[in-house]
Every structure is written in C-alpha cells, then in structure tokens.
C-alpha cells in the first residue's frame, strides 16, 4: 500500500503513518455504522482504541474531528 497523503501542514506522511490514519478511519466507519451491531464489550473496546487512535491522528495534524456523536 503506498500512496500518498499530506496533513494540514502540507507534509508528507510516511507510509506507516498512512496505514495508522487507514486504520482509523476505518474504525471510525466501522463504530459509526454498525456499534449496534457489537456487543457491549466490544462496542466499548472500539471506543477506547479509536480514543487512543485519535491521539495519534491529531499528533499527525490529520484534523480527525470531534468523536462525541460515537459515544466516546
């Protein structure tokens, strides 16, 4: 998987940090559109590690916006 993608600050990110915004955002898709589908345990656990996922996107100036509507 290379491709390329730039932050808010117009720089480039590397190829891993590319694959930890892919991994977020396909996360965030994937609470947004079936959490009622998981079970509490794991609705939960998805929620901490999108937290955690956050820190890093916010670190890379991704801009990954505000998650409250998820329940995190």
């Given at each position: 998987?290379?491709?390329?993608?730039?932050?808010?600050?117009?720089?480039?990110?590397?190829?891993?940090?590319?694959?930890?915004?892919?991994?977020?955002?396909?996360?965030?898709?994937t609470v947004e559109m079936h959490s009622d589908e998981?079970?509490?345990?794991?609705?939960?656990?998805?929620?901490?590690?999108?937290?955690?996922?956050?820190?890093?996107?916010?670190?890379?100036?991704?801009?990954?916006?505000?998650?409250?509507?998820?329940?995190?």
């Amino acid at each position: 998987m290379t491709h390329q993608m730039k932050n808010l600050m117009d720089a480039d990110l590397s190829e891993a940090e590319c694959m930890v915004v892919d991994v977020y955002r396909q996360l965030a898709r994937t609470v947004e559109m079936h959490s009622d589908e998981l079970p509490p345990f794991a609705k939960r656990n998805a929620l901490k590690a999108m937290a955690a996922l956050w820190q890093v996107m916010n670190g890379l100036d991704m801009d990954p916006g505000q998650v409250y509507h998820l329940g995190a």
